[in-house]
C-alpha cells in the first residue's frame, strides 16, 4: 500500500477536495451538518467519536 495525496480547500462553508489526479469532490459544512457531491451522503456529527450518515444512492430501493 503506498502513499496517497489528498488535499482540502476551505472557502467558508464549501470544502474542495483534491487527489493527485486532481479535483475529486465538493462538500458543503454547516456546524456539524455536511453535505458531500461525490457519495451524495448527509452527516451529521454527534457527540464523542460518533456520527450519523444518511447515504441517499443506497436509501432509494
Do not use: C
Amino acid at each position: 500500500m503506498g502513499l496517497m495525496f489528498r488535499k482540502r480547500k476551505k472557502y467558508g462553508p464549501l470544502v474542495l477536495n483534491f487527489t493527485e489526479n486532481g479535483f475529486s469532490s465538493w462538500s458543503i459544512r454547516i456546524g456539524r451538518w455536511s453535505w458531500n457531491s461525490r457519495a451524495k451522503a448527509h452527516r451529521v456529527d454527534l457527540p464523542g467519536p460518533l456520527s450519523w450518515k444518511q447515504d441517499k444512492s443506497r436509501s432509494r430501493a
